[in-house]
């Protein structure tokens, strides 16, 4: 019998499982029950679609097949002779080493990304107002008595959460009824793009009755009254109505959270706007005059920075370019490394004129796709399961160490890929794998029997903001969204620039069951609710400012009557989306968008 290997499951996901697997096979694959986090079971992206996706198998140039070595010769041929050369990499395999290829753009000049396309104008809200992006570890969430889901689908994105909310009365707010907001005790079906308001005018009822947490508030963050002035700037009335909400239902919310130990789990959706970091700044402001920080089974669970308290080795200093935008036809050479920016990244059509204007485009991945069928030079890759590495998590403390199951001829890991490229140009320095791997395990904390982050607090927070944990909390004092015609909304408001886009739907791109991003199964639908006019099954034109596509229709009363929802890993959805950046953080605005829909 095949022994037992423990590892991790490198998929881009919160839960980060550790996975038992019997040594030389890749499946079956099993939860290791014995974890702090997690139940035992696998999702079925890492038990099922993730090996019934076809991989590449064979290097090509030029759209021939070669061997392994003549493509990455031809690679290293490539970097030689450019000028300008960038490394854009995806986030489908979240292990560190996946970073090691920093280490060899620095050394030939080459460029960078920074940005994200998923979560860092959020986290640039939170650093603004904390100072520091502490994860909230779960053990706290299941001490909470209230826990409010906010723009998140646990059940999609992180279904090893489930557990820790057993027994807690829930608030979900989501403009889709969600399996989980259909279990909630209050579900706000809120106007997308208007979370900011609505955790502005929460903040505002609760220090209008005098509920605020006044000695915490003294303590931890003084401004508090300079905030309340802030929040009465705002109209009630308007901006209820433009929510979606009212009196009613905003006071049952208020009842659950009130003198409560409450836990916001906050999502991606509802910072993927030019103002995203604002949303996480004001839903953080309402935290903090709830004194929900630094207290047992209370805070803010968003996506927490993995390497937040490490000397991460890869670490470089290099030129960058914004990922949401970036101009590949400024490059001569350009590495796709386990990425699909023709397809994930915004405003396809310019992405793909940006591809094909590139002379030596690399792709280095695991699954063809549609930025592979556009490279000159296609590299496989190994998968997490046939190399070493080590998982930090953004959804727990947790770290897990990544041990090979199993040896395949196929492709090449990314250390031995900078290795090749180190040797080409004669570059020393790179050190072994092993050191670096040990480089990161060695900065962990042993708890419990579990290697955890050096950065984990068990009650964030408690001693303060900041970096030192000796700051004040920073709430926010200012919105101007240009997007949206919202002078009602506030007393103080300047003219918007532009006038309201005379569209019909707002644009909503979740995550998928089935798919990380643009891995595994893909989809062809948009979900509109029953009383669009449109019918169950029929081909529809999808057009925004910035590009069109054809979608399939699916009637669905739990989506908002003025909403299109069209998942993340639906083909052709992001011809849709503009390529414009977030205010702070340079995210990726996928939501900055209304639609029209035609029938075909």
Partial sequence: MNREIVTACGLDCYDACRIVAQEGKAAPLKGDETHPYGNGALCALVNRYMHETKRITKA????????????????????????????????????????????????????????????????????????????????????????????????????????FLEGKRLVVIDPVRTSLAKRADVHIQIEPRMDYYLAIILARFVMMEDSQDTEWLEEFAPEYEDFYDYTREHRIKAIMEAIGTDLGEMGQVLELIRDKKTVFLVGAGVQKYSVGSYTLRAIDSLAAVLGLFGKEGCGVHYLGDSKLGFDNPFAVDTTGVPKATTQFSFFDTVLIQGGNPAESMPDSGRVREELEAVENLIYFGLYENETSKRARIVIPAKHFLEKEDVRLSYGHQYVERMRKVMESDIGISEYDFTRYMFDAFGFEGLQSEEAYIRHWLEQCEEKEGCACSPAHCDVPYEEGFGEEEDEAFEFVDDYDDDFMNVKRFTKYRKTSKHKQPDETFWLLSPKSPKSLNTQFVRDNRVRLHPSSGFQEGEEVRVTSDHGSHTFVVTLDDDVRPNCAVITNNTVGVNFLTPAILSEEGDNACYQEVKVRIEKR
């Fill in 60 to 163: 090509r140039v030029d759209g021939k097949e070669v061997s392994l070595d003549e493509a990455l010769q031809a690679a290293a041929e490539a970097f030689k002779r450019a000028k300008r050369s960038l490394l854009w990499r995806g986030s489908g395999n979240m292990g560190v080493m996946q970073e090691v290829t920093n280490l060899f753009m620095e050394r030939i000049g080459g460029s960078l990304t920074h940005g994200s396309l998923c979560d860092a104008a959020g986290h640039a809200g939170i650093v603004l107002g904390r100072g520091v992006n502490r994860t909230l570890p779960p053990e706290q969430i299941a001490k909470a008595e209230t826990v409010v889901v906010w723009g998140r689908n646990i059940p999609v994105t992180n279904a090893h959460m489930m557990p």
